[in-house]
């Protein structure tokens, strides 16, 4: 669910985007656009995580988002339910991207029977720094709680996320706005995105300005997204119950050269992304 803020305003129903609480959340098609991955970079990651570490069939993706890494989770075999808050998204993925099984749920707390189940799952996957909306201690041990309960002893959880170790240091990223231009549909899209370290909350809070040459007004979109440090993950995980197998920088879907079929994981954790694999221990 890169770059989507749970919790979209919904979808307008004439497929043109329109200003809403995220232009993405709310246009699926349109975010696929913006962020297209066709060779299932993601979701075939999340699967290798899962094999090498022999994770059962049974997996839920938390903030599947449009639905692409579900149902390539699906389409090698996995019996897996994707989740998010976005009625928008899952009404795309269900459309777009079927065999999953698509429900609305939070990721801050959600119990089996929210996502129509009364079987644990094997492994929960949250890729594309979705666990970094828990912007609280909160919310992060509400997650991991929800986890817990709806994994079976031995399940997994793989997550990949943004790495708030990187901005130890570091301004690269903050020194100037990002700018990005695509066209989708015939016409031209250009978002100016600005990042900004809260240290108080602890948060890198995003704003993003949209424009498009339709002649339809400018969209001033903000979130934010939980800096999180390595070791500060292992404590949070271990707290409920988590054995950490793997924690490193890369390589990984959207690492620098990006992850490829057959890479094992590093063992830094220096660089901008963040991957965990960790098992429920009791």
């Known amino acids: 669910m890169a770059d989507v803020h749970p919790g979209g305003t919904g979808d307008s129903g004439t497929g043109a985007p329109r200003a809403g609480r995220n232009l993405l ?14 060779d299932r970079l993601a979701g075939r990651w999340a699967e290798d995580c899962l094999r090498r570490h022999g994770a059962g069939p049974r997996v839920l993706d938390m903030g599947c988002g449009t639905g692409r890494d579900a149902a390539h989770l699906h389409s090698v075999g996995r019996a897996v339910t994707g989740a998010d808050l976005s009625e928008a998204m899952l009404a ?9 099984a698509y ?12 996502l129509g189940r009364d079987d644990a799952f094997d492994a929960v996957v949250c890729l594309d ?10 919310q992060l041990d509400g997650f991991l709680a929800s986890c817990r309960r709806a994994l079976a002893p031995g ?11 990187y901005f130890l240091g570091r301004t690269d990223l903050l020194d100037a706005p990002s700018v990005n231009a ?16 809260d240290r108080t909350a602890q948060l890198l809070r995003r704003t993003r300005v949209w424009t498009a040459d339709d002649g339809t007004p400018p969209v001033e979109q903000r979130s934010a997204w ?3 440090f390595p070791h500060e993950l292992r404590h949070f995980l271990a707290a409920h119950g988590f054995e950490v197998l793997e924690l490193h920088d890369g390589p990984g879907p959207r ?16 660089q901008d992304r963040l991957h965990v694999v960790a098992r429920r221990t009791h």
């Open 129 to 138: 720094s979705s666990l970094l909306y828990c912007h609280t201690n909160d």
């Open 155 to 165: 399940g997994l959880l793989v997550a990949e996320m943004r790495n708030g170790a």
């Open 182 to 197: 695509f066209t989708w549909q015939g016409t031209a899209y250009r978002s100016t995105t600005t990042l900004t370290v």
């Open 25 to 38: 959340t709310d246009n699926p098609a349109l975010y696929e656009a913006r962020f297209p991955d066709p």
């Open 255 to 270: 690492t620098e050269p990006p992850w490829a079929a057959g890479e094992l994981p590093g063992t830094a954790t220096d």
């Open 103 to 114: 429900v609305r749920a939070d990721l801050h707390g959600f119990a089996l029977r929210d």
């Open 226 to 228: 939980r800096l999180l």
């Open 92 to 100: 795309h993925a269900r459309a777009h991207h079927p065999g999953p």
